[in-house]
């Protein structure tokens, strides 16, 4: 079964800084698209950023230039720097691994993200 452990969220002010964790098995790591989505309260669930294997990234137009999505090869995980917070970035964070040739899909249990002052 795929695991998606995610870390990381928590509340902060606003102008603040945090940083997402997400690891998963090596086998998924390698070959899947990772990504980050986000969902707060009476909306849907959006893109944040994703990372290809080969370290190719996108972002949402409402977080480029604040967030930043890298990935550690040696530890399985990908992770998303997320700077200069606002409160609209308030939301439950999903880390997702695609991969779009087979079809697979999966994701993580979320973690909350409160930017307030």
């Known amino acids: 079964q795929v695991q998606l452990v995610e870390s990381g969220g928590g509340l902060v002010q606003p102008g603040g800084s945090l940083r997402l964790s997400c690891s998963t098995s090596?086998?998924?790591?390698?070959?899947?698209?990772m990504g980050w989505y986000r969902q707060a309260p009476g909306k849907q669930r959006e893109l944040v950023a994703i990372?290809?294997?080969?370290?190719?990234?996108d972002f949402a137009d409402s977080v480029t230039g604040r967030f930043t999505i890298s990935k550690d090869n040696a530890l399985n995980t990908v992770y998303l720097q997320m700077d200069s917070l606002k409160p609209e970035d308030t939301a439950v964070y999903y880390c997702?691994?695609?991969?779009?040739?087979?079809?697979?899909?999966?994701w993580g249990q979320g973690t909350q993200v409160t930017v307030s002052s």
């Open positions: 997702n691994a695609r991969h779009y040739g087979l079809g697979r899909n999966y």
């Open positions: 090596k086998d998924i790591f390698d070959i899947y698209v």
């Open positions: 990372i290809t294997g080969g370290g190719n990234t």
